[in-house]
Nanobody
Framework: QVQLVESGGASVQAGGSLRLSCAASGHTNRRYCMGWFRQSPEKERQGVARVQREGVALIDSDGDSIYSDSVKGRFTISQDNAKNTLYLQMNSLKPEDTAIYYC????????????????????????WGKGTLVNVSS
């Protein structure tokens, strides 16, 4: 079992930056496929399934990463294995980035590493955090 806890969500103005963190605990003695996903608060209230969450970035156990077109060039995924922490640096934020951001993990990433947009729906992720809210105002 792996437990994931996100933090760093906040309200910011368009053009601003945030860094999200995801602290992992439990069976962290191996590397996992890690990703950041997001879902609008409205869809969350509607109870839309987690597999429908939009993937924004993935990083595999070798450190290779990939981004959705909507965030490429603005977001950076990274991890500190010594701290068992995953990060998402978000720059040049836009109102359309407003969402609940979820950290997720699985034993392996699909190969070749696919674009993350529909990754959860196509491949699933084993472990999920509870999310952190990012609100970007214009």
């Amino acid at each position: 079992q792996v437990q994931l806890v996100e933090s760093g969500g906040a309200s910011v103005q368009a053009g601003g930056s945030l860094r999200l963190s995801c602290a992992a605990s439990g069976h962290t003695n191996r590397r996992y496929c890690m990703g950041w996903f997001r879902q609008s608060p409205e869809k969350e209230r509607q109870g839309v399934a987690r597999v429908q969450r939009e993937g924004v970035a993935l990083i595999d156990s070798d450190g290779d990463s990939i981004y959705s077109d909507s965030v490429k060039g603005r977001f950076t995924i990274s991890q500190d294995n010594a701290k068992n922490t995953l990060y998402l640096q978000m720059n040049s934020l836009k109102p359309e980035d407003t969402a609940i951001y979820y950290c997720a993990a699985d034993f392996f990433c699909a190969r070749p590493l696919p674009t993350p947009d529909s990754y959860a729906r196509r491949y699933g992720m084993q472990y999920w955090g509870k999310g952190t809210l990012v609100n970007v105002s214009s």
